[in-house]
């Protein structure tokens, strides 16, 4: 199977980091997988990882919406201005638990791959790869 190289989390809760590097290590997608746990931490690990060609950055980001110090909407803000040559080339898919109306509206005008609703599945990780990568996670 075509692995990515590298995926990152960003999610500020532990136990949800935990499930889904659980979920992602044993579908064996990555290559690599980075966890932070704001938006901030994820541009710090982002201007890191990506700098030149570098197979170290990410080519998905799985990024939660409400998140203490930066939330997702402010990190698709601060990304959108990062002078990353690569910034194209990230599938970035926001995770929720909030089906709000307004939540989806917003979501939903945004320059992003996607948005899916947490728990993070099989399922959820298969569609992904078929719609942003071409590939689906082999038969169980």
Known sequence: MHKLSCVLL???DSTTNYLNQLLLTRLNIAEK???ALNGQEA?????VQC???SADCPMLVLLDVKMPVMDGFAFLEAFANLPLARREAIVIVMLTTSLHPL?????????IAGFLNKPLTREKIDLILQE?????LPAE
Do not use: T
């Not at 939540?103 to 320059?111: G, H, P, S």
């Open 43 to 47: 541009l710090d690990l982002l201007e």
């Open 51 to 53: 700098q030149g060609a």
């Open 33 to 35: 997988l980075l966890v």
């Open 10 to 12: 960003v999610d500020d």
């Open 103 to 111: 939540d989806v509206e917003r979501i939903q005008r945004l320059n």
């Open 132 to 136: 942003h990568f071409g590939h689906r």
